[in-house]
C-alpha cells in the first residue's frame, strides 16, 4: 500500500486551500504528508486524560471532533482561531505550525506539540491532551462551525424569599415571581402542586425551574449547577442521543442504537407501507420509537452520571415519516402522492408525549418539516451549518435513499427532495451492505501497480476480511473504474479487449457471474475463490448508482436553475447525513453526484441533524432560527415538474 | 295560618319599589295578595309544555327563575323588559298588569294570562306556558340580571376543502387554516392525530372543534350543531353541575349531589386538617373529588341526551380549599396563618386533569381567587353579579361558615372575608341541622294570636314533622324572638316575669332544658313532650347566632369604611349562596346580619357561583372580566386589623 490512496489527495487540497486562505505557514518539511494515514480513509484521534478515541472523516479540525464528541475544549470564538483559548498538545503524530500557533505559543511549547485545537486539520491519527477547562464558556460550537451563544430555553434561578405574614400574604406563585424578575413564569400544574410544600420544606430557599417561560418545577435549595437536556436525532436506520450540560453547553455523553422500528421495514416506504397493511402497525410503530429514545435517555445519563430528573428539555430531529410515526400520526398521507403532511410544525409537546422518562414535565421541541421529504432533520441540518446565515452560494446535500438538497445564494434558498433509492445504503446493490465491520468503504485503483495485489487498495470498516461494499465504496469504485477506464462515460464495462489492452493489471478482474453479467472483482478471499463468492461490483451495480446519482444531480441542477447560480460559482457543497459524511469528495465530483468543483469546496457536514438538535437546547433564539427557516425556504417538487424524467436521462452519464 | 307571616310583608315592599320604580300599574284590586303563599317561605312554579315544577324564593322574576332552571324562555334583551319576546301565559294563579304588558298583548290576551315573564315577579304559585323558542338567542341572562352575548370559547366550523395536488401540497392543517379565516387555530396532538384521516375518510368535509384558539379535534361531516359544556359550582358540601347547549346558549340538564368528600368533614376546616393528619388524604379528596364532578357530568350528560365527547369545555367555581384539593395542591398554607395560595389563578387545564370523560382534549377553567378565604366561588359571583359594571352601592355577602364579603361603590370593590363560623349550617346549634327535610327554615311569631299554636307558624322544608332548625330558620326565630321582645338587644332572653308580663301567649314556650339553660320551644310533637326532646332555641345557640353575625357585620362595617361610604348609601345588598339565597331580608335587617336598609334593597342572588361559571362558558369574554377581577379587586385581611376585636365587640347586639 502506498500513499496514493486513502486521504492523500484530499489532505493536499485542504492543506492548499488553507494556504490559500492565509491559515498556514509554509509547512516544514516532513510535517505534511509523513504519517498519513492507509486503511479505512478515517483518522483516529486519541484524546487525554478522557482516555477517548473517536474515528473522524480526514480533514476536519480537532477542536470540531473533539466539540462533536462531546470532548470539551475551552473557547469562546466558537474554532474560528481568534480567541486563541483552545489549547491542545499532540502526544502522538504531528500537525503544521500556523501564524495563529506562533502568536499563542512560545517556541518551547511549539516544540512540546502545543497547538491551537481550532487549526489541527485531523488528516492522520494523532494522540491530543486536552488542558482542563478554565473558562466557563459563554457559547458552544455546533454543527459546521456555528457558535452558539449560550441561552437554553431551560433556565434555573436559586432565590431565597423572605416567609409570608398576614401583613404580606402574596401568594407561593406571585412571591417567586417578585424574586425572578427577568423571567416570565407561567406555572405548570405540576409544579404549582410541589411548590407550597417545597418552599416550607426548604425554608423558602429554592431554585425555580423554568422552560420557555413555563415554571416545570420548583427544587429544594440550590440546584442551578444541574441543569441538561438530550438531543436526539431520530434516523430510520440509527437513532442518536446526545445528552448537554447546559450549564456548559458540552455534551456530557453520546449513545446510538438502531432504531427499533427496523423490523417493519428499512426505509419509510415500507414502514408506511406497514401502515396501510395493518391497523395495529402505527401503534406499535409509534411504541418501538418511543422504547428507542427511552433506551437512549436512560443510556446518556447513565453514563453521565446525570439522574434522569435533571434532564428538563429535549429536542429531536428526524424526517417526516419518522416525526410521524413518532407521535402516533398516521403516515399515509406522506406516503403516496401528492405528499401530504399533517402539519409543517408541532404544538408544544412534553418529554412524556414521547415515551420518555427524564422529568416528568420536561418539554420536547420537534424540528418542523418543510415537505413530506424535507423533513425535520433537513431543517436542523440547514440550522447547524447556517444555510440561512451565510452570504456564500452554498449547496446542501444529505445523501441517502430519500435525498435532500438545499441551495442558498446567500439571499434566498430552496429546498427538494430527490428519490436516490437504496443503492448508497448498500440496497439492491449485489455485494451490497451497510456501513458496518467488514464494509469496503474506501476503494483505490493503481493502473501501473507492480503487481495485481497493489493494484487494489481497499479501506475495510474494522480492519476485517472484507464482506462487502457500503455506500461509500460503491461510489469510490465506480469513480475509480471510470478514472481507469473500465467504465465508460455512459455506465458500460468496455469490451475486455480494450481493458487487457488499456488497463491489463486491472483487466483480469473483469469477469462475469451468472448468467453472464459482467462483474469487476474487488476482493476475493483465494485466487481460487470462484467471481460469484468474491466481493465485487456488477453492471447493474453501476446503473443502481447511476439512477441514484443522476436522481440527486437533476434535483440540485434544478435548484440552481430556480437561482440562477451556474455551477461552477458554488462556494461550498456541504455532504450530510451520516452517509454523505463518509463519502469520498474526489469520487463524488467524479461520478457527479456533486458539482465539478475543487475538491475543497466539498465539506463534510456530520451529523448535521443531531447538531441542529444540540443547538435549539443550547439557545432558544436558534429555536427561532429554525422556525424561521419554514417562512425563509421555498420547496420546490420535482415530481410535479413535467421535464424533470427528461432531465434525469440527461444526468445517467458521468462527467468527462 | 294567617298572612301575616311567610313572604307577605317582603312582597309588599316589592310590589310599592316596583310601583315607585314605575314598572307597576297600581294593582286591580284582588290581583295583589290574594294566594299569598303560605307555609315554607317559598313558591313554586309550573311550567308546561316543560312539566317541571321548581320552588324559588318569593320576588325573583318568572323569567330568571325559569333561566335559572334551564326552561328557556325567548328573549333578545335578557329580562329588562325592553324586546318584549319573553311571552309567558298564567294557566295557574295571577299577576299585576304592566304598561309593558298592554303594549304587548290585547285586551284577550292579558285576560287569557299572557304576560310578559321578566315582569311577572313569583310572590305566589304559578302556573306558567312557555311557547316554543322563535328567536336563537344571541344573548343569554345569567346571573343577577346579567345578559351574556353569546360567544363561547368553544367554536365549531364546518368546512368543505379542495383535495391536495402535486401543484397544492398545503398541509392538512394550512388547508383547514385557509378554510377558516375568522379562527385561529394552534393544533394539539390529538386532532393532528386524528385530521389526515377524518379528512380523507369524510371527502374533506369535516367540522373543526375550537376551543379559545386551540383546535382540539376535527369531526367528520357537519356537527356545528353540537356543541356543550358543563358548569360546575363545586361547593364544600353541595357541588352542582348544569350542561349547557352553547348553540343557544340554554341550560339542558342540571343536577347537583353532595360532595362525596363530606367523610372527611363539613367544612374546609376539618378537610384541610385531615390532609395534615394522613399524608393519604390529599390524593383521596382529590379522588373523591374527581369521582362527584364525574358522576355529576355523566348525569347531566344522561338527562340532556348528549354525548360525553361532545363536551367540549367545562368550567369550576369552587372556594380556595376545594380548589386546591380538586387539583391535588396541599391546603395546608391556606388553613393555617398567614393563610396563603399557592397561585390566585391556574393555568389552562383539561378536563380530564379534574378526572372527567368528556372530550378527551376539552378545556377546563377554573376560575382564580382574591384570597385564601375569597375564593373563585366569590369571583364567580362577583361577575355574575356584575359588581364590576355596575355603577350602584352594592354589598355583595356569601352567608356561610366562612362569608365572604364585597363592596363597590361603583368604582372600587374590596372584599374580605369573615370567619362566621357554623351556624348557619346548624352546626353548633343545639337543635340544628342542613337545609333538608324537616328543618325550620321560616319562623313566624304572633304575640297576640288566640291561641298558643297560631302563636307560632313554622315553614317545614318537605312540609313534614320538624326535626330541627337550619341557617334562615335561626336568623327568623331569633329575629322574631328579638322583635317580640323575648330576647333583649344584648341577646339574653328577657326574664319570665317579664315575658310573662309583656308576651303572655309566647311565654309559655321559654323554659329550660339541661342544667338551666334558657330555651324557647318551636316545636313539640305533644303538649308532653319534653322541652329536651324538642325543636327549641337556646340562649348558646343565640350566642351562636351573634357571634356569626357579629363577625359578617365587623366585615361589611370595615368594607364601608375602607371605602368611605355610609350604611344607608347601599343601594343593593346581594345575599349569595345556597345559604344567603334562603335568608328572609327582613330577618337579616333585624338581627343586623346586613345595614340597615328597606327590605326592598336586600336581594337574594340565587348560585351566583354557578351562575358564573355558566356565564365564562358562554362567553370568553367574560372569562377575561372574572381575570381581570383579580386586579380590581382589593383583597383586605381582617385577622390582621388590630381593631378589629374591639369592632367585633360593638357588633355582637342586635340593632335596636
Known sequence: MTGERGPGAPFEDVVDGMRREGLLEPPPSGAVGEEVHEGTGRVQLTFTPANRSVRVPPGVSVFDAASWNGIAIDSTCGGHGTCRKCLVRLTA??????????????????????????????????????????????????????????????????????????????????????????????????????????????????????????????????????????AFDLGTTTVVATLLDLETGTPVAVASMLNKQQPFGGDVITRISATMMDPEALGRLTELAHQTLAELAHEVCDEGGVAPEEV????????????????????????????????????????????????????????????????????????ASGLDRDKRVRLFIDVGTNCEIALSDGERIVTTAAPAGPAFEGGAIRCGMRAA?????????????????????????????????????????????????????????????????????????????????????????????????????SQRDVRELQFAKAAISTGWTLMLEELGVEPRDVQQVLLAGSFGSYLSPASAVRI???????????????NVAGEGAKMVLLSARERAGADALLEEVRYVELSDRPDFNDRFVDQLAFPV
Request: net charge negative; charged share 25%; glycine share 8%.
Open 93 to 230: 503524530g504531528s500537525a503544521p505550525v500556523t501564524r495563529h500557533d506562533r502568536r499563542t505559543f512560545s517556541e518551547d511549547q511549539i516544540g512540546d506539540g502545543w497547538r491551537l485545537a481550532c487549526l489541527v486539520k485531523a488528516t492522520h491519527d494523532l494522540g491530543l491532551e486536552v488542558p482542563p477547562l478554565v473558562t466557563r464558556p459563554k457559547a458552544s460550537t455546533v454543527g459546521v462551525g456555528r457558535q452558539v451563544i449560550l441561552r437554553p430555553g431551560v433556565q434555573k434561578r436559586y432565590v431565597e424569599l423572605t416567609e409570608p405574614t398576614l401583613a404580606d400574604q402574596r401568594t407561593d406563585l406571585v412571591r417567586l415571581r417578585d424574586a425572578i424578575e427577568d423571567l416570565t413564569l407561567n406555572p405548570d400544574l405540576h409544579a404549582l402542586r410541589r411548590l407550597p410544600n417545597v418552599l416550607r420544606q426548604s425554608d423558602f430557599k429554592v431554585t425555580a425551574v423554568v422552560v420557555d417561560e413555563v415554571l416545570i418545577d420548583i427544587e429544594p435549595g440550590d440546584t442551578t449547577g444541574r441543569r441538561h437536556a438530550i
Open 312 to 383: 428538563y428539555e429535549v429536542a429531536l430531529a428526524g424526517n417526516a415519516t419518522m416525526t410521524a410515526l413518532l407521535l402516533g400520526v398516521d403516515p399515509e398521507p406522506i406516503g403516496v402522492a401528492p405528499f401530504i403532511q399533517v402539519s409543517a410544525d408541532w404544538p408544544v409537546l412534553l418529554a412524556t408525549d414521547l415515551g420518555l422518562a427524564v422529568h416528568p414535565r420536561a418539554r420536547a421541541t420537534i424540528f418542523p418539516a418543510l415537505g413530506a421529504y424535507v423533513g425535520g432533520d433537513i431543517v436542523a441540518g440547514m440550522l
Open 437 to 537: 465491520d467488514g464494509a469496503i468503504e474506501v476503494i483505490k485503483l493503481d493502473a501501473s501497480a507492480e503487481d495485481d495485489d497493489a493494484a487494489v487498495t481497499l479501506g475495510v470498516i474494522g480492519d476485517v476480511e472484507p464482506r462487502g461494499l457500503c455506500g461509500s465504496g460503491l461510489v469510490d469504485a465506480v469513480s475509480e473504474l471510470v478514472r481507469v477506464g473500465l467504465l465508460d462515460a455512459s455506465g458500460r464495462f468496455v469490451p475486455e479487449e480494450d481493458a487487457a489492452r488499456d488497463v491489463p493489471r486491472l483487466a483480469t478482474r473483469l469477469t462475469t457471474v451468472g448468467a453472464g453479467e459482467r462483474v469487476f472483482i474487488l476482493y476475493r478471499a483465494t485466487p481460487d475463490t470462484p467471481a460469484s463468492e468474491s466481493v465485487y461490483l
Open 592 to 606: 457527479g453526484l456533486v458539482p465539478k468543483l475543487p475538491v475543497l469546496r466539498i465539506v463534510s457536514a456530520g
